[in-house]
């Protein structure tokens, strides 16, 4: 006949597994919380807010009249890119230098532009290029990220001033995945213009 042992000399051991099992649990959605807020950092396409998806809106109901432009300002050793991107015909005077590009995009390209720039922070974040007065540009160099349409004769035009820091680079880079053929190869020329500040940002 088997000898039963006293029940008290298995429940250390059943309060180890279960010590382990709840370690375990935790353990695991540490990780899963972390992956969740690196997935959700700063920068990171998330869905528009109010203001933002108002703003979208007002843009794709219009999006055949849709233009996008990167002027730039400040001081120039050598010359910086600028570029247009239209769904309306390019005027041909964009062309003469070879330092404006320009090119046509689909509407289908530009409503992609518009999702983007809703959910990137953009449509948020823009000032209302009809305002009266507000602030004004900065004086250090800095590229102007403009989108509108023509509304109708009452034109719906929002700006941005990106100075070269990472949002300049964050709103660049994804934009230039949205577009393909002219339109890619205008954006691939201002981004490689400005790939030696982009380095010397990720030297800090």
Not at 150 to 155: F, H
Request: hydrophobic content about 45%; some cysteine.
């Amino acid at each position: 006949m088997k000898t039963l042992l006293p029940f008290h000399r298995f429940a250390p051991m059943e309060c180890n597994r279960r010590s382990f099992a709840r370690l375990f649990i935790l353990a695991f959605l540490a990780i899963f919380i972390s992956r969740g807020r690196m997935s959700a950092a700063p920068g990171d396409a998330s869905e528009p807010g109010s203001k933002a998806a108002a703003r979208a809106a007002k843009l794709t109901a219009d999006i055949g009249t849709f233009t996008l432009r990167l002027n730039y300002a400040g001081e120039e050793d050598k010359p910086f890119y600028r570029l247009l991107l239209s769904v309306p015909a390019v005027v041909e005077k964009e062309r003469d230098n070879p330092f404006h590009q320009g090119a046509r995009i689909t509407e289908a390209q530009a409503a992609k532009i518009v999702e983007f720039l809703a959910k990137d922070g953009f449509c948020d974040a823009a000032l209302d290029g009809n305002r009266n007065r507000g602030p004004v540009p900065p004086k250090e160099p800095h590229y102007t990220l403009t989108v509108g349409v023509a509304n109708g004769g009452n034109p719906i035009v929002f700006e941005e001033w990106l100075t070269f820091r990472p949002l300049l680079f964050q709103r660049l880079d994804g934009l230039q995945k949205l577009l393909d053929g002219e339109a890619a190869k205008g954006m691939e020329f201002l981004i490689a213009r400005l790939n030696g500040y982009r380095r010397l940002l990720e030297k800090k």
